[in-house]
């Protein structure tokens, strides 16, 4: 995976596990460390504490602040190595109706719609984890926001707060935000999704008076 920068001297990707569903999906972050370290070489993030305190980032603002520095970013959405199963939306959503347990045969069938299948499809894949950055949303202690498309009013995937700022950013076309708009994890799955907020209901797509370029090429692919 081509999760660092090349000119950045942290090019091993951090091997600690993200996701206790799956089991092959590290963090993937670059790690701090050089040819001479000895062992496992961890991200700021999950470097073991003796060696937060050796280099003076016992303090987890000095860890945040670093962890999205410039030169430790992804140069590719983390989701984009992340394994898609066989016939994802079935297989992902079946899994996920199966861990709620016994259901009301009613609250089962609400479950069986295309969109219910798909949310719940998304929603198992990422398993809590950020499509951009692969950070748990537990590490800010919030929940993932869940990013659309303004001009086709789709759904992308699932974001930590940080990374759904710098999306929002209309004017930021940097190779790791432009990356995740092209190849949401929606896409990844095969899944259209609307978005649906509990004020405005479902959103609709702009008109043609709105947006231009990149975001109307993408309406009709979303």
């Known amino acids: 995976m081509a999760s660092s920068l090349e ?33 496992p070489r961890y991200c700021v993030r999950h470097l073991p504490q003796k060696d937060r305190t ?33 016939d994802p939306v079935q297989t992902l959503a079946a899994e996920a109706i199966d861990r709620l347990g016994r259901l009301s045969d009613s609250a089962r069938s609400q479950m069986l719609s295309p969109e219910s299948q798909g949310m719940l499809a998304l929603t198992n894949w990422q398993d809590g984890c950020c499509a951009v950055c692969s950070l748990p949303a537990s590490a800010f202690g919030t929940k993932l926001v869940t990013d659309h498309c303004h001009t086709s009013g789709l759904i992308r995937g699932l974001l930590c707060q940080p990374c759904n700022t710098k999306e929002g950013n209309r004017h930021n076309d940097e190779e790791l935000i432009e990356g995740y708009r092209q190849l949401p994890p929606t896409r990844m799955l095969g899944v259209r999704l609307r978005y649906y907020d509990l004020v405005n209901g479902f959103t609709k797509p702009l008109g043609p008076e709105y947006g231009t370029g990149r975001d109307r090429s993408l309406l009709p692919e979303y």
Request: net charge negative; hydrophobic share 35%; with cysteine.
């Open 7 to 39: 000119s950045s001297p942290m090019r091993w990707p951090c091997p600690h596990r993200i996701s206790q569903r799956w089991p092959d999906r590290l963090c993937g972050f670059p790690a701090v460390g050089g040819p001479d370290v000895d062992g």
């Open 54 to 86: 050796r280099l003076g980032l016992s303090i987890d603002g000095d860890v945040d602040a670093m962890w999205f520095e410039s030169d430790l970013r992804f140069s590719t959405p983390a989701c984009w190595s992340w394994l898609v199963p066989t």
